[in-house]
């Protein structure tokens, strides 16, 4: 524990610059539905931003700047579908990792998909995006709200 005179707290300004506590961190959401093809992953589009503490997050991707592993989780809804919905993030325009939900009731509702995890990141040219795949036959459309479709971020732990 680091202590100042008769003080044992610990402020951030103790601790110094690109740890986990002053890393970036975003969130964003879709406000306006996106469209998607059957049988197709389609990059996902978030129209609004909750917060972006480094300007990291711009055109629905995240380049974080500080080396170091990220958490991060996304989330994607489609109100009534039949088939497989597929969440992956993608690293450098590269399917990473995967959450998946499948439904044969066409009358479904509600289906939401997630998908997170830690990866690291350079701090330079690595980066991050949503793709939604849905196999219902036909377009389909999101959820456009904060609850349904969204992605964040965030450092855990710096280099």
Known sequence: ????????TITQGMIGSNVAGTGPAFGAYQDTSQTLSTSTFTKLTFTTEEF?????????RFTPTVEGYYLITGAF????????????????????????LR????TAS???T???TIV????????????GYQGSGSNATTRNNQRWTYINGVLVRAV
Request: net charge negative; aromatic share 12%.
């Open 1 to 8: 524990i680091v202590t100042t005179g008769d003080s044992s």
């Open 120 to 131: 690291y990141a350079n701090g330079s040219t690595d980066y991050f995006e949503l793709y």
């Open 52 to 60: 972006d503490t480094n300007s990291n997050f711009a055109s629905s």
């Open 110 to 112: 509600g289906r939401h």
């Open 114 to 116: 997630t998908v997170s």
């Open 77 to 100: 809804g489609i109100s009534i579908m039949n088939g497989a919905q597929i969440l992956s993030i993608y690293k450098n325009g590269s399917e990473f990792k995967r959450g998946s």
């Open 103 to 106: 439904s044969d009731s066409a």
